[in-house]
Structure formats: structure tokens, C-alpha cells
């Protein structure tokens, strides 16, 4: 029974990368009706920047939690200027082809510098050690990355649900024309709003830089979950991708448990149950 | 009519002319670089492992002598079908002789396979699964470096010897974790040892937590990493982050590369014991052939053993093609040829290549140094021990191969 709460724990912990990554997705898709392929790459990008600032600018752990994200979102707001935007309107496939595209590339140029097996990147000094909680060590890293998710996903639904920004927002993907005759800046939110996505991605990857290597393909393993994470969530729905991120992590950790083989698998599995029985996700509306 | 008859007198003279060739000592060589070029063992092979062919070619000296080489190289992306097609493809239209590296032991056996059917040469680097030389062995295989047998009775059989008697597995769910638990579950009961559990995970895990947690509860005294590359790198910092070795329990990192060792940092691996067949700081010759090669690799990385295998294995293909005086394009005539030569080079030294393909030369302890002892960007290993090659490697005696039994 101990090594069960134990086993949830760990989910959680996973839940946390699922929750961050799958809430930028969802908020991209929503709000700019773009699948962002490229959001491993991105994400991989963020732990990268992070290392790079340790390494190069002598820059650590907290400043680059800041740091990341922004220069990783300019990153993200670049391509969205140079590239995405041509795609509005168009048929979802080819914004697919492009971030697929895109994040290829990506991982090619970083694989061909820091090849495959990734770099070190070290717990910050505060967070270093852990706690007996009676049933299992808690390494405090992972306590902070799980608080630490939980709050900026919070906030961020927050910020789309109930501020004035988030409201606007949302009115301009349901009527961009409307929403432009009231005088705001369609495109620049737009941007803004890729640039918070991939900010989203880049601080999920400074998080995890510490618990896992720095690798170029860091992204491209964890990517193909979080897409189906975001399918069973629904498309598009902001609180719906943060619990499912949660909970298929607490799922996953428990097949670990149970039935180690298929940990890999019981994502998918569930995937294409839920596209069964109800095909816009758990909490989608029908489009 | 005139046109066709004429267009089939120049066909046959063509297929004449070229068999006449054939059996005028043709001096021409393929070599097909086989690996995975791009994931978790694409550091420790991959790119790598094509210079390290490309060195050979160089150092043999048979170009001087007129023979045309040529080296191709393929990613069969940790994947068998992958690995086995693009095989097919070499050696059936590309005319390839010989396929060099291929690590993952699932597309090792099934390359094989292949090699096998189509009469080629195999010299495999990169694969553990001691079943190439065993059960699935082959006489167009020769398998140098290392494999699973020769990690548990070296690094295995230490540990067991120094009071580890307990074992829990963190296995990777293939042909070579599979192979490798075998081989070091035998040692270990064999040794008074008991193995307590063990827990199978998917190639490519990056989360490992789950895993270690069941480790961490078996109170097992030693934790046998049956796993490699990435997988590797990641259950050892996690481990460290879940305060396993603090709470007493040792790691047997049971295979771990020089580019792991490097992915870990030496903060988190300093301590580590296990077992390689070739080091780049072990003497001049090595530190020699490393330099030459890292001024050559792009992040200036030294050679791992599985390069270096692929490096010593092709000059000893070599060596057996100079002495036939041609290259027959028979795979089961070359590979006699190199068992019949003794083996010798820069890297591995003096040995010798089994009737069963078994590659057979020293290995050695190696323990993982402090970051206040490592003097440069890949000084990492302290000795610790030597084995002898007779003693490493499977005994002829207890091999399965059915090559022996003729």
C-alpha cells in the first residue's frame, strides 16, 4: 500500500510535465487553431537555454526559470511572425506539416552540435536533497516542479478565463473582424498569445533540465504523449488539458506499478478509448 | 532484329568480361556502417563508429596497394526491420562485403540473420547479446569488443565477491537487457548470490522514478542496471536524486560508456565501478589513435570501446583480405581467414578470434573518478583490474554455438 501512494506521487510529478506542455498546446490550438508540432523542439529549446546560460553566461538555475521562457517565447514569436501567420485559415494540416517541419529542423541543428546523449545539468543547491514522507523519499526537486506546474497552471487559466486580456482573447478567435473593429490589435495578440505557448513549453523544459539529461531529443520522446493527452483532454480546453495532464501521469505511474511493459503504452491505449466513446475529448465541445 | 542480336553478343562479352575479372583477384571492398545514427546510442556508435571505419581504411595501407574501399553508412534507428532493409538493400544491390558496428543486440540478431543468408561478413562492435556468438551463432559473424557474459563475470562477479549478494533488476525490455539480466542472474546465484526481483522498463525511458521506487523497497543490496546509453545516464541520476545509494544500496552500472560517463557528470557517476576492452587513456598507442580521432569527431569526443571495436575489427578484416590476395567475396572464406590470423592492434592488443566468432582480449575494472581527480574534459577512468581474456569471455567449453560441435 505504501509503494501505491508512493507510485502516485511520482505520477504527479510526471503529471506536471504533461499538464505544463499539453496547457500550451491547448492554449495555441485554441486561440490561433495552429497543432504546434514544434512544441518538443521548444521545450527541448528551454532546457537548452538553461544550460547555456549556466555554462556561458554563468547564469543558474532561478534567473534562467525567467530568462528561458522569455528568450525561447521571442524564438516563438519569430516564427509565428515569419511563418505561422501565412497559415491562418488554412486547412490544420498545413500548420501541422510546418511545426512538424520546424521542429526537425530544430532537433537536426542541436543533434548535430550536442549529439545524442545529452549534458549535465545540476539541482540547484536550494532544492538539493529530499524528505522521508514515511511511505517513500521525496527528492524536493520534484515536490517544487509539482507545486511549482500546479500554480502557473492555475495562473495561466486564470489569465485566459476570468481577466479582461483573457477575455479579448478569446472573443478575437471567435470573431477576429469584430474584435478588430473595436480598435485592438488582432495580429499582435496573436503573437502574444504563441509566444505565452511556447514560453509555457520552454519552462516546462527548464524544470525538467535538472531531473532528466539535456538531450535534443528530449522533446521529440515526450511529445507524442502530450498530443495524446491533449486529445483526451479535448482540444482547445484549458482545464481540461491541466487535469488530464495530471491524471494520465498518476495513470502512467500506476502501469508502472502494475504492469511495468506497458508504461509506454497506457497513454494510447486510452486515447483511442476515449475517441471511442467520445471523440471531442473528455471536456471538448463539439467543433 | 540485327539491333537485338548485336545488344546480346554485348551483354554476353559484358558478363564475361566481368566474371573474368572476378577470378582475376578483385581488389575492391564495401564496407556498410550500420547504427543508430541519431538516438540513444547514436554517441557511443553512430557517427562515430563511420570514422572509426574510415581510420581503418587509412591505417591498413591496402589502398597503397591498389585495393578500391569504399564505406557507406546506414541508421537503422534502434529498429530491426529497419536495420534488417537496409541490410537486404547493401548486400543485395549495393554489393556491400561486410556490415561493421550495429549496436542494439534486437537488430544485431536480426542483421544476422541476414548476413548469414547472403554469405557476407559481419564484424558486430556495438551489440551485448553474448546469443551472437552462443546459440545464434553464425560463420560469417565475429563479434569483437564485448558482450553480456563478459560484463557479469567482470563487473557482475565483483560485486558479487564484495558482499553484493542481493539483486534487484532495472531491466530494458529488449533482446539485450533480457540477455544480459541471464547472464548476470547465472553469475550471481552461481556465487552464493539471490536475485530478489527485478522490473523490466521500454527502451528509452526518460523517467525512471517509478522504477527506482520499486528498487529502493526490494532492499535489495545491489541495484544491477541491466540497461544502456540513455537509459543508463537516466536511471543513475535519478537514482542519486532518490537518495538510493545514500540509503546503502549500490548501482551495477553492468554497461557504461565513456559518453555516459560524460552525459552523468562526474558529480553524480564518481565511484561507479564497471567494466570496458578499451579505454583512450590506457597507454600511447590508445592516447595516440584517440587524439588522431577526436581532432577528426565534431564535439572532439575521444573513441568509446564500441568505436574503437569497429576500428580494430575492420584492420583485422583487413589483414585476412591481404593475405587471400583478393577479396573473394565470400563471406564464410573471409571470416576463416580472420580466425586463423591472431588478432593484434593498437587498441585491444594481442588475441584471438574463437572458432564460434567470439572475439577474445583483455578487459579491464575501471572505477569513476572525483571531479577533483579528472585533469581534462574526458578524464574519467581509474583502473582498477584486469581480466584476462580467457577468463572474460565465455569458455569454449560452455558456448552454445553450433559451429563448435562439427
Known amino acids: 500500500m505504501q509503494a501505491l501512494y508512493a507510485q502516485l506521487l511520482v505520477g504527479l510529478i510526471n503529471g506536471s510535465f504533461y499538464a505544463l506542455l499539453s496547457l500550451g498546446l491547448a492554449v495555441i490550438f485554441g486561440m490561433l487553431n495552429i497543432i504546434n508540432f514544434a512544441h518538443g523542439a521548444l521545450y527541448m529549446m528551454g532546457a537548452f537555454a538553461a544550460y547555456f546560460l549556466l555554462n556561458l553566461g554563468g547564469i543558474g538555475y532561478w534567473p534562467a526559470l525567467i530568462i528561458a521562457p522569455i528568450v525561447v517565447g521571442i524564438f516563438g514569436m519569430i516564427l509565428e511572425r515569419t511563418m505561422l501567420q501565412w497559415l491562418a485559415g488554412l486547412d490544420h494540416l498545413y500548420g501541422l506539416l510546418l511545426t512538424f517541419g520546424i521542429a526537425l529542423i530544430v532537433q537536426g541543428v542541436f543533434q548535430n552540435y550536442f549529439g545524442s546523449s545529452g549534458l549535465p545539468y545540476a539541482i540547484p543547491d536550494q532544492l538539493k536533497g529530499g524528505m522521508n514522507l514515511g511511505f517513500m523519499f521525496l527528492p524536493i526537486y520534484r515536490g517544487w516542479v509539482v507545486v511549482f506546474s500546479l500554480v502557473v497552471c492555475l495562473a495561466t487559466w486564470f489569465l485566459i478565463e476570468k481577466t479582461q486580456l483573457g477575455a479579448y482573447l478569446r472573443a478575437a478567435t471567435e470573431n477576429p473582424t469584430l474584435v478588430r473593429a473595436f480598435g485592438i490589435n488582432v495580429p499582435r495578440m496573436i503573437t502574444l498569445t504563441y509566444g505565452l505557448g511556447v514560453g509555457l513549453a520552454a519552462l516546462a523544459g527548464v524544470l525538467s533540465a535538472p531531473i532528466n539529461q539535456v538531450r535534443p531529443l528530449m522533446g521529440a520522446d515526450l511529445i507524442i504523449v502530450v498530443f495524446a493527452v491533449v486529445v483526451i483532454g479535448g482540444m482547445g480546453s484549458i482545464m481540461g488539458s491541466i487535469i488530464t495532464g495530471f491524471a494520465l501521469g498518476v495513470i502512467e505511474g500506476l502501469t508502472k506499478y502494475f504492469y511495468p511493459e506497458a508504461s509506454n503504452t497506457v497513454v494510447f491505449v486510452l486515447m483511442v478509448l476515449v475517441l471511442l466513446v467520445k471523440p471531442t475529448g473528455l471536456t471538448g465541445r463539439a467543433a | ?406
Not at chain 2, 591498413?60 to 546506414?74: D, H, R, T, V
Not at chain 2, 544476422?112 to 545464434?136: C, F, H, M, R, W
Not at chain 2, 565534431?298 to 578484416?317: D, F, I, S, W
Open chain 2, 1 to 406: 532484329m540485327k539491333k537485338t542480336i548485336s545488344a546480346l553478343l554485348l551483354g554476353t562479352a559484358l558478363t564475361v568480361a566481368s566474371t573474368g575479372l572476378a577470378a582475376a583477384q578483385d581488389k575492391s571492398v564495401k564496407i556498410g556502417a550500420l547504427s543508430d545514427q541519431s538516438g540513444l546510442y547514436a554517441d557511443l556508435g553512430g557517427p562515430g563508429s563511420t570514422l572509426a571505419a574510415q581510420m581503418a581504411v587509412e591505417d591498413s595501407g591496402l589502398q597503397a596497394k591498389g585495393w578500391k574501399i569504399e564505406i557507406i553508412s546506414g541508421d537503422h534507428q534502434n529498429k530491426p526491420d529497419i536495420g534488417t532493409t537496409i541490410a537486404r538493400q547493401w548486400l543485395d544491390v549495393d554489393k556491400v562485403d561486410v556490415i561493421v558496428d550495429v549496436p542494439n543486440s534486437g537488430v544485431a540478431l536480426a542483421v544476422n540473420n541476414v548476413i548469414k543468408e547472403k554469405n557476407a561478413v559481419y564484424i558486430n562492435s556495438g551489440a551485448a547479446t553474448s546469443d551472437l556468438t552462443n546459440a545464434q551463432c553464425s560463420p560469417n559473424t565475429v563479434h569483437w569488443t564485448y558482450d553480456t557474459y563478459m560484463l557479469a563475470h567482470t563487473t557482475g562477479q565483483a560485486l558479487v565477491k564484495a558482499g553484493g549478494d542481493t539483486w534487484f533488476f532495472l531491466t530494458a525490455d529488449y533482446a539485450f537487457g533480457a540477455a544480459l539480466e541471464r547472464d548476470t542472474t547465472a553469475v550471481v546465484t552461481a556465487n552464493g548470490g539471490k536475485v530478489v526481483g527485478g522490473v523490466k522498463h521500454p527502451l528509452n525511458t526518460s523517467d525512471f522514478s517509478s522504477f527506482l521506487l520499486q528498487a529502493q523497497s526490494s532492499k535489495a543490496k545491489i541495484i544491477g542496471l541491466a540497461n544502456a546509453g540513455g537509459d543508463t545516464t537516466n536511471s543513475i541520476k535519478q537514482a542519486a536524486e532518490f537518495g538510493i545509494v545514500k540509503g546503502g544500496q549500490k548501482l551495477a552500472a553492468l554497461l557504461l560508456f565513456l559518453t555516459d560517463v560524460k552525459a552523468i557528470g562526474l558529480e553524480t557517476a564518481q565511484g561507479l565501478n564497471f567494466t570496458e576492452t578499451f579505454y583512450w587513456d590506457m597507454n600511447d598507442k590508445t592516447r595516440a589513435f584517440s587524439k588522431k580521432f577526436a581532432a577528426r569527431m565534431k564535439n572532439n569526443a575521444p573513441p568509446t570501446m564500441v568505436q574503437a571495436g569497429v576500428y580494430a575489427g575492420l584492420l583485422h578484416y583487413f589483414k585476412a583480405l591481404d593475405a587471400l590476395g583478393g577479396n573473394p567475396h565470400d563471406g564464410v572464406k573471409v571470416v576463416e581467414k580472420m580466425k586463423s590470423i591472431p588478432t593484434e592492434d593498437d587498441l585491444f592488443g594481442k588475441g584471438e578470434i574463437q572458432p564460434n566468432g567470439r572475439t577474445i582480449h583483455s578487459a579491464y575494472l575501471f572505477e569513476v573518478k572525483k571531479p577533483s581527480e579528472s585533469k581534462g574534459p574526458w578524464d574519467f577512468y581509474k583502473l582498477i583490474g584486469t581480466v584476462p581474456g580467457d577468463q572474460a569471455f565465455t569458455p569454449l567449453s560452455e558456448s552454445k554455438c553450433a559451429l563448435l560441435k562439427k
